[in-house]
């Protein structure tokens, strides 16, 4: 037996703890942004560092079809791409320094390789569930006699 442990929710997934790191990071940093940034850049940085785990959360819950699965992974790579984009913007603003940029691109950069790894892997985080309720198979036939069926 391995010594790795298997994730119970996607809370447990180092990948979406990474990503709620990420968020925290984007959050505190925008509080400095100028306030006439606040419905355009500040909303679009933070709203896209929040859906990267949003969409590892809906990616869990879609786990038992592996293509959909992939789908929302693929949609969780993509919103941390577009938050290295307003990364970048933040550093052409002159909001963030060199090296705060530097720093949370190679973050979103992590997070990018780890779910290049889910997808490569899916097979490993999809199918059946390990534990299925079923029912007893009911009785819909009742064994009549049928001589009292007909008279």
């Not at 038992?64 to 913007?89: A, V």
């Not at 985080?125 to 029912?135: K, Q, S, Y």
Request: contains cysteine.
């Amino acid at each position: 037996m391995s010594g790795l442990n298997h994730a119970q929710s996607f809370r447990d997934l180092i990948v979406y703890q990474k990503s709620r790191q990420l968020q925290r990071d984007i959050f505190k940093l925008t509080k400095s942004f100028p306030k006439d940034e606040m419905f355009s850049l500040t909303d679009q940085i933070r709203r896209s560092s929040r859906s990267i785990g949003a969409n590892l959360a809906e990616a869990w819950a879609k786990r038992r079809y592996e293509k959909h699965f992939i789908n929302k992974l693929t949609d969780s790579d993509g919103e941390q791409m577009e938050t290295q984009h307003w990364i970048e913007t933040a550093l052409d603003c002159e909001y963030i320094d060199p090296k705060t940029n530097l720093q949370l691109l190679e973050k979103c950069r992590e997070i990018g390789r780890m779910l290049g790894g889910m997808m490569k892997k899916s097979e490993m985080f999809c199918g059946e569930p390990l534990h299925t309720i079923r029912e007893e198979t009911p009785e819909y036939l009742i064994k009549a006699d049928v001589e009292d069926t007909y008279n």
